[in-house]
């Protein structure tokens, strides 16, 4: 079924996918025969240290140390993953890992339960939002110092294994123990999904995983059903993950025969160009992507499909610049390698990848673009011009560092005070919401939908001067001026972490995107028709939106 046009390999999209990159397994280690100067002289090397050395070495611990230098002396992506890390690693994409099923937030050093997975081992053995957990298997967990990362480690394990929890509930005078067998948990890629205007359906789309493409089109057809004709995809602090995830979400909004990506590798194994099959279900909605500096990867391939196809909308701040493809090689031991084994290039043919030849710089490099004042001035932006690209209908684009929306919208620091910046780092939004929920959990679970819990809270003024006590018992001075500034931006979010205790994620972002410049921005683009396909206006430069 492979076809030629234009100059290009037609190759149909399913099978395409099968080999074009991604995170994929791949345990073929191959054999290159005979080694080089520098594999024997690291031979050498390692047997003068296990003979020669003042003290005994374990030379495998010594080479398990040394091989993530190894591996950034290539590039920023290639990483080796430890045999004990690579479980939780691949949990992530594969969409699903073992354990208790509970969200949490470590609040004032103690676990809090913010939700029991629905239908998880948690909610069947009866824990509830609000609970704290102090306690894992009898060993303290409050007030210790405990991290994200322990309680991960702690929560996760075997599938039908159990783990006793010890709870500490407000309705119980005593603290209660509770035995999870641990199962099966859902690793969720959609945020929120939701109605944000009058025909306009709203997903946030957390990473790509396995199971994102599957949750992404039922977000789609759930919205559709409820009115939706126009959608905006907000990809805002997603760092990627699978290739072939983004490929199948930007078929679904791109007419037969359009590229979506190529990919170009030492091998020709890793070269492919994939294109659009034209069975995508929202070919004929218009759309908008909401990008950041930290949206990475597999959001930059979804997004140059639609920016260069001219398909739709690019709204927000230049992208990270990650346009490298990993493959995951497992190696003998249980360890394994995402090793870079192509550069990806989107529709016009650029690589948005930007330059690591200095590791340091790269490191650094988002904190220099804030300090370049990128965040805020369009101008501050510079393009090379010796990276220039143009999209389907004559556009101009660039490469070498990440994608430029067409539509850039400065970070929002309107109600960014001295007391919000101190009430914001000492985590007070927080704590006073997990409060707040404690105290009137009973009566705010009564609310089935967001408009409904906001007319059960107390009103603005009522609500800025409880959190403004709050704050002042906690050491923060009260003044007025800085707080009045604050005012909206304090109340929306606590509205939003309210709401997130009661009725999950996504009510979080219902009311968060009430102040949401850049998706406001993404709403006036739609219902002004400036999103209507295909997008035809030459300038290079991008608009700024208000």
Partial sequence: ????????????????????????????????GGRSDGEKKLSNLLNLIGSEYVDIVDTDSLIEKSLPNLLSNLDPHSVYIPASDLQMVNEELDGSFSGVGVHFTINNDT?????????????????????????????????????????????????????????????????????????????????????????IGYIKVNKFGRTTYDEFFQALFALRDAGAKDYIIDLRGNTGGLLETSVLMANEFLPRGQKIVETRGRRTQENSVIVSDGYGAFKDSRVTVLIDEASASSSE????????????????????????????????????????????????????????????????DLYDRYTRGEAFEVDSIHFDETKLFVTMHGRKVYGGGGIMPDIFVPDDTVGITKYYINVFNQGLLQKFSLEYVDNNREHLEEAFDVNELISMLP?????????????????????????????????????????????GFG????????????????????????????????????????
């Fill in 301 to 364: 391939i979804f997004a140059g499909a639609i920016q260069d196809n001219d398909r739709g909308l690019i709204i927000g701040r230049r992208s990270f610049g990650k346009g490298l493809v990993q493959n995951q090689i497992d190696l003998p031991d249980g360890s394994a390698v995402r090793l870079t084994v192509a550069r990806y290039y989107t529709p016009s043919g650029r690589c948005i990848q930007k330059d690591y030849s200095d590791a340091k710089s790269y490191e650094n």
């Fill in 507 to 546: 009510a979080y972002y219902e009311i968060s995107n009430m102040m949401d410049t850049t998706v406001m921005s993404a709403i006036e683009q739609l219902r002004g028709g400036k999103a209507d396909f295909p997008i035809t206006d030459s300038d290079s430069r991008p608009a700024t939106g208000e």
């Fill in 1 to 32: 079924m492979n076809r030629l046009s234009k100059g290009y390999i037609w190759i149909p999209l399913i099978a395409a996918i099968a080999f074009a990159g991604g995170v994929l397994s791949d345990t073929l280690l191959r054999d290159r």
């Fill in 459 to 503: 009103s603005d003024l009522q609500l800025i001067q409880q959190f403004a006590k709050f704050t002042k018992s906690h050491g923060i001075d009260t003044q007025w001026s800085y707080i009045n500034n604050s005012a909206p931006l304090i109340v929306n979010q606590l509205k939003a972490l309210i709401a997130r205790d009661i009725l």
């Fill in 111 to 199: 676990i809090h339960v913010l939700e029991a997975t629905n239908g998880g081992p948690s909610e069947r053995a009866g824990i509830k939002s609000g609970d704290r957990i102090i306690a894992v298997d009898g060993e303290t967990v409050a007030g210790t110092g405990v991290t994200n990362e322990q309680v991960f480690k702690l929560l996760r394990g075997e599938r039908g294994s159990t783990v006793k929890l010890t709870i500490k509930r407000n309705s119980a005078p005593a603290p209660i123990d509770f035995e999870v067998t641990r199962g099966d948990i859902p690793v969720t890629s959609i945020d929120a999904e939701y109605m944000v205007a009058d025909s």
